[in-house]
């Protein structure tokens, strides 16, 4: 994958980079240089509640299937 550096020094990290690393919106990358090679990466361990449960669901299935496994059958009144 290839990416073009703007005026501003700016780039785009591709969306299925992004997908298969969890890199999200607002995310702190650490920078750095490796024998000439532009390296990123995410700090290491979750910094808040958010972090520790992003992206645990597999996509596919509907906000209503995974709340009524959670909860297990519906009793009758």
Known sequence: MKTIVSEKGQI????????????????????????GRLVMSKPAGPHDAIDKLY??????????EII?????PVKPR
């Open 12 to 35: 785009t990290i591709p969306k299925p980079l992004r997908v298969r690393l969890g890199i999200r919106t607002g995310q702190v990358l650490d920078v750095s240089e490796d024998r």
């Open 55 to 64: 992206g645990i669901l597999k996509p596919g299935h509907p906000t209503d």
């Open 68 to 72: 009524a496994e959670l909860r297990g």
